[in-house]
């Protein structure tokens, strides 16, 4: 397996420039797909996890032209032709990757159409459970039908009897957000008036106001009754904007902000500001409580930390920023006391097993770890270990954060660095722009 060696490194003041928000890339890709008209969408992320969903649409039929052939800095900017809820290729089989933000959309999306659709993915997509949402499409007359294992992916999607099924329904939200977010894009094709129910605690409720935003722009409204109970309104339609800009991505930002409190040193994040639509934007407050000193600008956000202001310990409930909440585990070793972060049971069912992983890797380091099956609690060593090596479990999230090991005098290697091109193919290369070895 290929090995990166991050030398013990400090930060010189940088601006990044942050590549577009994953969660609004895809779900804006599939929106413009079932749109009755086309959208030029700017600076859509170019990853592992987008370009599956654009084959994907391709292979049902989607028109889409690129407008500029190779990414950059600025992302893909494309156009893409919708299909007015009904997709040209009405069977395919689509390979999916381990990109939920694709599989979950799309599963509901098809099912609720209806079509001969076979839906698979990576081994660890298929260990990632489903069954929650395939048993509400159930509920709404679809036809899905697991190929392996109960619960879980691969799927088969046959044609869904269209004048069945309940129009009040029930979601589990403790499990995964997408599945609602799922239902809400999908719902509204059928034309027909619905109300969502959520059983439990819904988890990470910043990724659905995101899908409730795009949803607005798209020209569908929901009435959101304190994320309890969701309202679908009787004949509504996709209209897409004629322009789509998409945000910088707030996940991808914690790492720079992160790396401007452990090392004092300015590091601007363009792309993003205080009035993004992602939740992971609450990460910033996060990291003042805890020591960093932040302005807020227009498409920026700046971070430092004054001389002599030590990191602050920190007992987080981090159910509305799981991604970003990784980053602060590897912040915890900065630390001089015992942190912790819980309400993280999401973690469990992400691209691998996050309680376990960053568990496994912060004890290699020399850290004192306690897990439960939500939280994390860590209590750094006096001095961290150096030259491991850390297994990133093919999760772009492990390796990122990890990375930050390098800032605290700690030679770090990070095993598969490739992975991170679900979500940042070109992360390290940015990381070392902002880097000097000590």
């Known amino acids: 397996m290929k090995s990166l060696l991050l030398p013990a490194s400090k930060c010189i003041p940088s601006t990044i420039e942050l590549p577009g928000s994953k969660s609004i890339s895809n779900r804006s890709l599939l929106l413009a797909a079932i749109a009755d008209n086309s959208c030029e969408i700017f ?8 370009r599956y969903m654009l084959a994907a649409l391709q292979s049902l039929g989607i028109s ?20 007015n809820g009904r997709f040209p290729e009405n069977q395919a089989d689509l390979f999916l990757g381990n990109a939920g933000t694709a599989f979950r959309p799309l599963t509901a999306v098809l099912a609720i159409m209806g079509g001969n659709y076979y839906l698979h993915g990576t081994a660890r997509m298929h260990e990632r459970p489903i069954g929650d949402l395939v048993e509400v499409l159930h509920k709404a007359g679809a036809s899905v039908s697991y190929q392996q294992e109960a619960g879980y992916p691969p799927l088969q999607i046959l044609p869904r009897q269209t004048n069945a ?23 509204p094709l059928t034309g027909n008036e619905y ?6 605690e819904l988890i990470s409720k910043p990724y659905i ?14 009435e959101n009754e304190d994320f309890r109970c969701f309202k679908l309104p009787a004949k509504q339609h996709y209209h897409a904007p004629a322009k789509l800009f998409v945000e910088g991505d707030a996940s991808s930002a914690s790492y720079f902000l992160a790396a401007g409190l452990l090392s004092g040193d300015t590091i601007r994040v363009n792309g993003i500001d205080a009035n993004s639509i992602q939740g992971d934007i609450a990460f910033v ?5 805890i020591g960093a000193k932040v302005e807020w600008g ?24 799981p991604d970003a909440a990784m980053t602060l585990a590897v912040v ?53 270990q150096n030259n491991i090596h850390i297994h990133t479990y093919d999760d772009h999230r492990i390796a990122m954060c990890f990375s930050l090991v390098s800032l605290l005098g700690t030679p770090v290697y990070i095993d598969d660095p490739e992975c991170v091109n679900k979500t940042f193919p070109d992360y390290f290369k940015v990381f070392a722009s902002m880097c000097m070895p000590v």
């Open 332 to 384: 915890a070793l900065a630390c001089k006391q015992t942190c912790r972060i819980r309400n993280i049971a999401s973690w469990r069912v992400k691209e691998t097993d996050r309680i376990a992983a960053m568990a496994t890797e912060l004890r290699k380091l020399g850290a004192e770890v306690i897990e439960t099956e939500d939280s994390i609690t860590i209590t750094a060593p006096e001095r961290l």
């Open 43 to 50: 600076h859509l992320l170019d990853s592992d996890d987008t």
């Open 285 to 289: 407050n996060e990291l003042i409580k």
């Open 165 to 187: 099924g309940q129009q009040d329904l029930t979601i589990k939200g403790n499990v995964s957000s997408q599945f609602l977010t799922a239902l809400l894009m999908a719902l």
């Open 195 to 200: 109300t969502i129910h959520v059983k439990d």
């Open 64 to 83: 889409i032209k690129y407008l500029n052939e190779n990414s950059n800095k600025n992302g893909l900017h494309l156009r893409v032709q919708g299909c």
């Open 298 to 321: 227009q498409q920026y956000i700046e971070i430092s930390r004054d001389v002599g202001q030590e990191i602050l310990p920190f007992d987080i409930d981090a159910n509305h920023i």
């Open 209 to 222: 106001t995101i899908t409730l935003n795009l949803l607005s722009q798209f020209g569908i409204h929901i």
